[in-house]
């Protein structure tokens, strides 16, 4: 079975600068989709970015970008500009191509901005 | 974009009786409808599973008679939490797998906060 960590419980950073998300993931397949949800205090699940794991490019998203490690197995999320409005809680989610197509959580990361 | 509702918002109930959690998707045809539950500071664990016209699909040590789930549409899921006790107060999530639409993400509705008194 897929396991997906963060290691980092919490994290702040102060508005304005950059923050990096930890996300280390274990699988057996060779094919999948990763992404980064944010779940502000409204508690509603927003899609941040997501990866294609055959695509070796890395996505960005306005501010947002990823750093796609496959033989690390490594996913962290870069947050540039960082805004007060950033402040969540984000989640690491890993999703198989084939068979049970459910999203598998990390246990998340709680982002504060310093303003 | 692809929108899910998901009502009520937030419900309080007595020990014993029973709650109906609702699920549209309102621009879309939800083929598979996943259910969450969050307890505060947790991340979101999965209970089960529903495609649309057939059983639910319950992670290990869901209860499935407690936790009942229909799907008996594309578009409205439910997830009926029944003789409800305060160890079921938590926090209710769905979410529609919309790979229909040809994408691979998921919309997740706004969730439910459960409080059983």
Redesign the interface.
Known sequence: AQTVTQSQPEMSVQEAETVTLSCTYDTSESDY?L?WYKQPP????I?VI?Q?AYKQQNATENRFSVNFQKAAKSFSLKISDSQLGDAAMY?CAY?SVQG????V????T?LTINP | GAVVSQHPSWVICKSGTSVKIECRSLDFQAT?M?WYR?FP????M?MA?SNEGSKATYEQGVEKDKFLINHASLTLSTLTVTSAHPEDSS?Y?C?A?H?DRGL???T?G??TRLTVV
């Open positions: 989709y992404f409204s508690r509603q699940m899609l997501r294609e989640f999703r049970a197509q459910k999203l959580f990390g246990q998340g709680r | 598979t996943f969050q500071k947790q991340s979101l999965l599973t926090f999530i979410s797998d790979r691979y993400g998921y997740f706004s969730g």
